[in-house]
């Protein structure tokens, strides 16, 4: 296992000290290393990050030492990263090191190691880069070959390409965050919000729920068959849902957590237009903010500096509205389950950040919830 801080030290030793990125737990220790030492900034998602970080990378350009900017992302994420990787880096020759993270590694047999989301990512993950014409490398986890790995990796950005390390489950030592984000024990917890969620809804609506603990916690409170559980796909739960309530006379609520909006806040305005044009009411999409990226660590989002409510009124929402307490949160759901008209509802409540103690995954296979859930809407 190699330990964080010399790896960090290492890197802004060699003139890659600021960071930016969506965090991953495999890489948690060097997000939080980051933080620590003030040299992170948090994106909303995988391209966003690239982008600022080749703005560093190229503000130092003729620099003496050079210096680059750095990019931490799951492999889940590197799709969104390979839009500014092959049309920003490559044609304007601006470097940048990236972390990515490889999650569903295969192991002895070839099986998925992890989530099923991380299926194919977990297969392609170098090979994509390579395709990309990016030269990436696995991050070495003995510290006797890291000034070696690093030595390469400086002399392919001083030739003007990007570089990436692909690293593996448990290759960096932890590093505790020194900041965690405040914790308001007054705020309702998820697991409270997904419960009034759940009882109003019953067979009267769909209900959706975003990737992470957010579909983890409702499958505990009981498995359903009008329950689907997204897995990936960090942000999409909105839209897959406004894509649902086009085509189906049934309510559908789809709950969102603030990082995952954030992620693809754009969603917004296409939610909203959807909506609009059908005017059938059928849409409510709820969003519970802890301010933090909660599966990876803890890490602070940039939810506290983003009125929600406020953006889904601007995008067109029908109704928007921040809830003060879970009592509002309730008659706000029962209101969108009574209208027959109208366009999305928009819901935001803050909770308190942690989840559920030991946890549990879904036993039910994602291909299975889609199916059962196909089932109730033809109900």
């Given at each position: 296992m190699l330990q964080t801080e010399i790896l960090g030290d290492s890197l802004v030793r060699m003139g890659c000290e600021d960071f930016s990125g969506v965090p991953c737990s495999f890489l948690a220790p060097l997000f939080n290393y980051a933080l620590n030492n003030g040299r992170f900034t948090?994106?909303?998602?995988?391209?966003?990050?690239?982008?600022?970080?080749?703005?560093?990378?190229?503000?130092?350009?003729?620099?003496?030492?050079?210096?680059?900017?750095?990019?931490?992302?799951?492999?889940?994420?590197?799709?969104?990263?390979?839009s500014p990787l092959t049309s920003l880096n490559e044609p304007f020759a601006i470097p940048i090191l990236g972390f990515v993270s490889l999650r569903g590694e295969r192991d002895s047999s070839g099986r998925n190691t992890d989530e099923p989301q991380h299926n194919i990512m977990g297969a392609i993950t170098d090979k994509l880069l390579a395709l990309c014409e990016i030269e990436s490398m696995f991050l070495t986890d003995e510290p006797s070959a890291l000034q070696s790995q690093l030595a390469h990796a400086q002399g392919v950005l001083?030739?003007?390409?990007?570089?990436?390390?692909?690293?593996?489950?448990?290759?960096?030592?932890?590093?505790?965050?020194?900041?965690?984000?405040?914790?308001?024990?007054?705020?309702?917890?998820?697991?409270?919000?997904?419960?009034?969620?759940?009882?109003?809804?019953?067979?009267?609506?769909?209900?959706?729920?975003?990737?992470?603990?957010?579909?983890?916690?409702?499958?505990?409170?009981?498995?359903?068959?009008?329950?689907?559980?997204?897995?990936?796909?960090?942000?999409?739960?909105?839209?897959?849902g406004v894509g649902i309530a086009q085509k189906s006379s049934r309510k559908v609520i789809a709950i969102d957590g603030d990082g995952a909006a954030l992620m693809r806040l754009g969603a917004f305005a296409m939610n909203a237009q959807i909506a609009r044009e059908k005017n059938a009411g059928n849409f409510c999409h709820i969003l519970c903010d802890n301010q933090s990226h909660d599966s990876t660590g803890g890490q602070q989002s940039l939810s506290p500096f983003v009125d929600f409510a406020a953006v889904a009124r601007a995008c067109g929402y029908a109704h928007a509205r921040l809830c003060a307490n879970l009592e509002e949160?309730?008659?706000?759901?029962?209101?969108?389950?009574?209208?027959?008209?109208?366009?999305?509802?928009?819901?935001?409540?803050?909770?308190?950040?942690?989840s559920k103690k030991d946890l549990s995954r879904p036993k039910i296979t994602p291909r299975e919830v889609a199916e059962r859930l196909f089932g109730f809407l033809e109900r």
């Open positions: 948090m994106a909303n998602n995988e391209g966003d990050a690239v982008a600022l970080a080749s703005g560093i990378s190229l503000a130092h350009l003729r620099s003496s030492p050079p210096r680059f900017g750095v990019v931490l992302l799951q492999n889940s994420g590197l799709c969104n990263a390979l001083q030739s003007g390409k990007s570089f990436f390390f692909v690293v593996r489950k448990a290759c960096l030592a932890s590093v505790a965050l020194q900041q965690a984000p405040k914790q308001d024990s007054a705020l309702p917890t998820r697991l409270a919000a997904l419960a009034c969620v759940q009882n109003l809804a019953q067979n009267r609506a769909v209900v959706l729920a975003t990737t992470g603990k957010t579909g983890r916690e409702l499958y505990e409170l009981g498995d359903l068959q009008n329950q689907l559980y997204m897995v990936g796909s960090m942000g999409c739960v909105g839209t897959f949160l309730e008659r706000e759901i029962q209101g969108f389950l009574a209208q027959s008209a109208g366009g999305a509802v928009f819901l935001t409540l803050r909770i308190q950040g942690g």
